[in-house]
């Protein structure tokens, strides 16, 4: 399985961003679909997450109501919707995913995921 993630890029404070993270290859019917973040120095955070078995989604406190995370699966693609950006939500995005199912109380530990993507730079200032 490889996955690359797209969309990444400066905005000012308030705005939004798409990030995009195309998948190839081939997972486990409800095989988790998640994005994750990290700052330099500091550990991976995770943000959201999809069980592709029922659709799903977690998020993050931080980010909960500002994100949305979706899948389109006729383009294999796991997309997350950002709005009113804080500069605190900078830092590479990755997405990733595994080739099983997982309990639901570890879909939002970075650990539990087997693929990852290169990551996209994420920067908000103004």
């Known amino acids: 399985v490889q996955l690359q993630a797209s969309g990444g890029g400066l905005v000012q404070p308030g705005g939004s961003l798409r990030l995009s993270c195309a998948a190839s290859g081939r997972t486990s019917r409800g095989s988790p679909m998640g994005w994750f973040r990290q700052d330099p120095g500091k550990e991976r955070e995770f943000v959201a997450a999809i069980d592709t078995w029922n659709g799903s989604t977690y998020y993050a406190d931080s980010v909960r109501g500002r994100f949305t995370a979706s899948i389109d699966n006729a383009k294999n693609t796991l997309y997350l919707e950002m709005n009113s950006l804080k500069p605190e939500d900078t830092a590479v995005y990755y997405c990733?995913?595994?080739?099983?199912?997982?309990?639901?109380?570890?879909?939002?530990?970075?650990?539990?995921?087997?693929?990852w993507g290169q990551g996209t730079e994420v920067t908000v200032s103004s």
């Open positions: 990733s995913t595994r080739n099983r199912r997982v309990n639901t109380s570890s879909i939002n530990r970075a650990g539990v995921y087997e693929y």
